[in-house]
């Protein structure tokens, strides 16, 4: 089953604005993280933060999570047309789940130049 | 550095026809390896998880079944192909044991299967 949602399905901005995208989850987690996919390429692992992390910052990557609404975002600041693709959360419920992940259905980004 | 393989890129099979699809890894001993189908490129479905040789979860059943017959290779096959099966199939590792227990993912590039 899919426990994350991303908000929206589907965001167009122009080059140089600052994207948001959300992810709402179900159940307890270890850690929640990120992941971005090219068009037909494999997933690239973008950031992770763990259950008793509040934010973290990785270039112009910005993540939050919130633990008591279960949700979390991303942050692409000053975006360029190379960060067109998709990208996807994904939770790790850890305990005895060897590092399985459970994906949501992603948000297409499209940056114009 | 690790490196992982996927092979083949594409693939067009018709209804009834066998699968077999491979996936190494290179630069890493013990990984876990695990399976996902895409659908309509949105979404990722895990199939199987694998923690040591021999060592196969399956997550959804279906008429596909994956194998590990050696440390870092992994296979995923069927024996009589649907037309549900088309996808994009990707795979993934992560180290068995992390300090931290967060297992960030590694993809390879995938299988794109069209069943006819």
């Known amino acids: 089953s899919q426990q994350g949602e991303e908000d929206p399905q589907a965001l167009s901005i122009q080059e140089g604005e600052n994207a948001t995208m959300n992810c709402s989850y179900k159940t307890s987690i270890n850690n929640l993280q990120w992941y971005r996919q090219n068009s037909g390429r494999g997933l690239v692992h973008l950031i992770l933060i763990r259950s008793n992390e509040r934010e973290k910052h990785s270039g112009r990557l910005r993540v939050t999570l919130d633990t008591s609404k279960k949700s979390s975002s991303l942050l692409i600041t000053a975006s360029r047309a190379a960060d067109t693709a998709s990208y996807f959360c994904a939770t790790d419920e850890g305990g005895t789940s060897y590092g399985k992940l459970t994906f949501g259905q992603g948000t297409i980004l499209t940056v114009h130049p | 550095s690790q490196t992982i393989h996927q092979w083949p890129a594409t693939l067009v099979q018709p209804v009834g026809s066998p699968l077999s699809l491979e996936c190494t890894v290179e630069?890493?001993?013990?990984?876990?390896l695990y399976w996902y189908r895409q659908a309509a490129g949105r979404g990722l479905q895990l199939l199987f998880y694998s923690v040591g040789i021999g060592q196969i979860s399956s997550e959804v059943p279906q008429n596909l079944s994956a194998s590990r017959p050696q440390d870092r290779q992994f296979i995923l096959s069927s024996k009589k192909l649907l037309l549900s099966d088309s996808g994009f199939y990707l795979c993934a590792w992560s180290f068995l044991f992390s300090g931290t227990f967060s297992y960030e993912q590694y993809f390879g590039p995938g299988t794109r299967l069209t069943v006819t």
């Open positions: 630069g890493t001993s013990n990984p876990n």
